[in-house]
């Protein structure tokens, strides 16, 4: 493809609209600061299993996302989805580190990786004090450099997002891995913790807890921590629950106002707790992350199609 056409169709992707995949548009009502009357869900790439940790590359302008029950990893190019890694260990979160490096959370392997400038994979943790981690599933990266991320055992449940296996950790803890190797649990308190994400002054960590997904009464709720000195967690509190379903991935905007992947589609609060409304979508959305030139598209991963739509906010990255 020439280098042009290749140029005008990365443009037309950070737009939302991919010409080799039919756009089936929904109208979507207004929500105050986030998206306007009418704005439009597009799906911008079909065909997947389930579709989880989109993130967006700000160096290529395209969005990296795993297929977990695919078992691949994957680049939505503008004429359509790439592997970049198949198998991907039944990858599941995604996210980029401040030299660019993507990292992944991977269910075969219970681990953390990172993939080099040359391509070569480095393994970041796979152990808690000798044990093997449950099943990674979704980070965040702090300025600092050190990663958080969630350890719950649906990848040792769910036999089509991992395989079977009996945890060797006694909990399900939110873990810090510092720059340095160290890695300390920061959270016990979770019987399924899922999505995670920073307010954007990195004061507030927001966690969920998702045990509801185990198919028993459970907790559908995300918890809100202090992040104290950068290190460690403090007054965890209820911020938000949902009736139904559970809220997966989660993200945030430069206002810090709090989005979910639902059941409903996204599910957006004010920093202080009040809903503000949904984002629709087609089927249930696992995750969601913002993206595009100036960070104002929501791409929302949903089974086995990802949707996007413009807003009028943008990532809390982008602030
Ligand atoms: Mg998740």
């Known amino acids: 493809m020439a280098i042009d056409r290749r140029h005008v169709l990365r443009g037309a992707l ?16 207004a929500i105050p600061g986030v998206v306007g009357e009418g704005a439009r869900l597009v799906e911008v790439h079909a065909g997947g299993r389930w ?29 359509g989805a790439r592997p970049i890694r198949d198998p991907s260990g039944f990858a599941n ?14 269910h075969l392997g219970r681990r953390l990786v990172r993939q ?27 300025l600092d450099g050190a990663i958080w991320f969630t350890d ?31 890695l300390d649990v920061v959270a016990d308190s979770l019987e399924q913790p899922n999505g995670i994400v920073f307010s954007p002054d990195e004061r507030t960590l927001y966690v969920s807890d998702t045990s509801a997904a185990d198919g028993r009464e459970g907790r559908r709720a995300i918890h809100a921590f ?16 949902v009736e139904t379903g559970i809220p997966d991935g989660l993200e945030v905007d430069a206002a810090g106002r709090v989005f979910a992947a639902t059941d409903r589609g996204a599910t957006i609060w004010s920093p202080d707790g009040a809903l503000l409304g949904h984002i ?8 969601l992350a ?9 791409f929302l991963c949903c089974g086995a199609s990802i949707h996007a739509i413009g807003t009028t906010t943008r990532g809390a990255a982008w602030a």
């Open 14 to 29: 950070a737009a939302g609209i991919v010409a080799a995949v039919p756009a089936r548009a929904a109208r979507q009502a």
């Open 51 to 79: 579709c989880e940790g989109p993130v967006w590359d700000r160096r290529t302008s395209t969005l990296v996302f795993s297929d977990v029950r695919a078992n691949r990893l994957l680049r939505l190019e503008p004429d």
């Open 93 to 106: 979160g995604n996210a980029f580190d401040r030299q660019g490096r993507l990292v992944t959370c991977e």
């Open 116 to 142: 080099e400038a040359d391509g070569r994979l480095t393994v970041l943790v796979d152990r808690f004090r000798g044990r093997r981690l449950n099943a990674p599933n979704d980070l965040a990266i702090a």
């Open 152 to 182: 719950p055992t649906f990848g040792l449940t769910q036999p089509e997002e991992g395989r079977m296996a009996p945890p060797e950790l006694p909990g399900r803890y939110v873990f810090r891995l510092d720059p340095d190797g160290t």
């Open 226 to 241: 202090d992040v104290v000195g950068r290190r460690r967690l403090a007054r965890q509190r209820l911020f938000a629950d």
């Open 280 to 287: 629709a979508t087609p089927a249930t959305c696992g995750n």
């Open 290 to 298: 913002f993206g595009g030139a100036d960070g104002q598209r929501l």
